[in-house]
């Protein structure tokens, strides 16, 4: 079946702004989200989005949504280096039930 | 303390024993979900749970058994551990229509020598 997407890697120098982005499978999903994963770390829900909007801001992070492409992609403002790590786009499906289905995360390393 | 527990932290086994991952979360959420991380193929579903005494199969299950006798605690058992089980294991939980409901345990480190 299809995945969800996402570019692997993506490097910025501190104080730009990052744009990780993220193709999901199934445009009725309800919600998508974002996780980020420190090293050696469980996963933190960083944010999501419901599918009736097309964007959410929250502090330096914002959330863009394209639900005719299936699109979704996360800002990340004045990036730091404690901002360095995986991050995850994350679905449910339709026929998924209420699981979680992930894409396999972009690691953003951010220099000084 | 409120949350999602999940142990061992850390586990090295030999292939063909049998290990339990336990995960325990204290708010009475409905769902609970295992996945697994390996590089290559970010988190991947093994098997979750609806509630008490129901669970389905995800994407990889071959290999584990879960059990939910009780809400709070699910349990993944590997039956005879194999190399390629060797993984990060996470536990989650979540209630159904919360969008911002899905939260992790810190995971287990297993590795199967």
């Known amino acids: 079946g299809e995945d969800v997407e996402q570019s692997l890697f993506l490097s910025v120098r501190e104080g730009d702004s990052s744009v990780i982005n993220c193709t999901y499978t199934d445009s009725s999903s309800t919600y998508l989200y974002w996780y980020k994963q420190e090293p050696g770390a469980g996963l933190q829900l960083l944010t999501y989005?419901?599918?009736?909007?097309d964007m959410k801001q929250d502090q330096r992070l914002t959330v863009l949504l394209n639900k005719k492409d299936k699109h979704l992609s996360l800002r990340i403002a004045d990036t730091q280096t404690g901002d360095s790590a995986i991050y995850f786009c994350?679905?449910?499906?339709?026929?998924?039930?209420?699981?979680?289905?992930f894409g396999k995360g972009t690691t953003l390393s951010v220099s000084s | 303390d409120a949350g999602i527990t999940q142990s061992p932290r850390y586990k090295i086994t030999e292939t063909g024993r049998q290990v339990t991952l336990m995960c325990h979360q204290t708010w009475s959420h409905s769902y609970m979900f295992w996945y697994r991380q390996d590089l290559g193929h970010g988190l991947r579903l093994i098997y979750y749970?609806?509630?008490?005494?129901?669970?389905d199969k995800g994407e990889v299950p071959d290999g584990y058994v879960v059990s939910r006798s009780k809400t709070e605690n699910f349990p993944l058992t590997l039956e005879s551990a194999t190399r390629s089980q060797t993984s990060v294991y996470f536990c989650a939980s979540s209630d159904p229509g919360q969008g911002d409901g899905y939260t992790f345990g810190s995971g287990t480190r297993l590795t199967v020598v």
């Open positions: 994350a679905e449910i499906p339709n026929q998924a039930g209420t699981a979680l289905i």
């Open positions: 749970s609806a509630a008490a005494d129901i669970t």
């Open positions: 989005i419901f599918s009736n909007m």
